[in-house]
């Protein structure tokens, strides 16, 4: 079973940020955040991941709290072309990603 | 740097026949993991291998297999087709000789479609 937990849908309009929420409460000190998206049938691409400190780079940005039992990822400035599924997972043992069933994010013009 | 290859993209098998997929991973990159993505499942690990060793086991059956070469290419075959195995199969491959430290890259998929 997924580790981490997501709201199944979000809307956002064109040119506004969009924060996308992720629960990890299971998450043990050395694993990772990681977050991907997948744009219909393509294969997910990576976004970003992070440890415990923030993290930012030229797509977006992670928020870890500081419990570490939750994230957000920030999309600055959403264009249509950031409507996908995006997924948080977490991880660190090995190379075995285990996704949920992530969040569609719709853009909306 | 060229991405994650797979190759075909698209096939049609019948009941009963196997198949091989075909990876290519990022030049470099030594770690090449499987997946399965279905409508009903979502994403699912099938394996990984590291080093022409198979270094973590999803829980699919034994009709599902792979291998890697020493120049990291990897494949994957898949006997005895059922109508379920109709599924869109994801490679992706890293660096990181330790496990999940580094991260991965998706190639685009093939998709396999059981008649």
């Known amino acids: 079973d997924a580790k981490t937990t997501q709201p199944p849908s979000m809307d956002c309009a064109e040119g506004r940020a969009a924060n996308l929420p992720c629960n990890h409460s299971t998450i043990s000190g050395n694993e990772y955040v990681y977050w991907y998206r997948q744009i219909h049938s393509q294969g997910p691409q990576y976004i970003i991941h992070g440890l415990k400190n923030n993290e930012t780079n030229e797509m977006a940005s992670l928020i870890i709290t500081e419990d570490r039992k939750s994230s957000t990822l920030i999309l600055p400035h959403a264009t249509l072309r950031d409507t996908a599924v995006y997924y948080c997972?977490?991880?660190?043992?090995?190379?075995?990603?285990?996704f949920g069933t992530g969040t569609l994010l719709a853009v909306q013009p | 740097k060229a991405g994650v290859t797979q190759t075909p993209r698209y096939l049609i098998k019948t009941r009963g026949q196997q198949v091989t997929l075909s990876c290519s991973p990022i030049?470099?990159?030594?770690?090449v993991s499987w997946y399965q993505q279905t409508p009903g499942q979502g994403l699912q690990f099938l394996f990984e291998?590291?080093?022409?060793?198979?270094?973590n086991k999803g829980n699919f059956p034994g009709r599902f297999s792979g291998r890697q070469f020493s120049n990291s290419r990897s494949e994957m075959n898949v006997s005895t087709l059922e109508l379920g195995d109709s599924a869109l199969y994801l490679c992706?491959?890293?660096?990181?000789?330790?496990?999940?430290?580094?991260?991965?890259?998706f190639g685009p998929g093939t998709r396999l479609t059981v008649l």
């Open positions: 992706a491959s890293s660096l990181a000789a330790l496990a999940g430290t580094d991260t991965q890259y």
């Open positions: 030049s470099g990159h030594r770690s």
């Open positions: 291998y590291f080093s022409e060793t198979q270094r």
């Open positions: 997972i977490s991880g660190g043992a090995t190379n075995k990603l285990i």
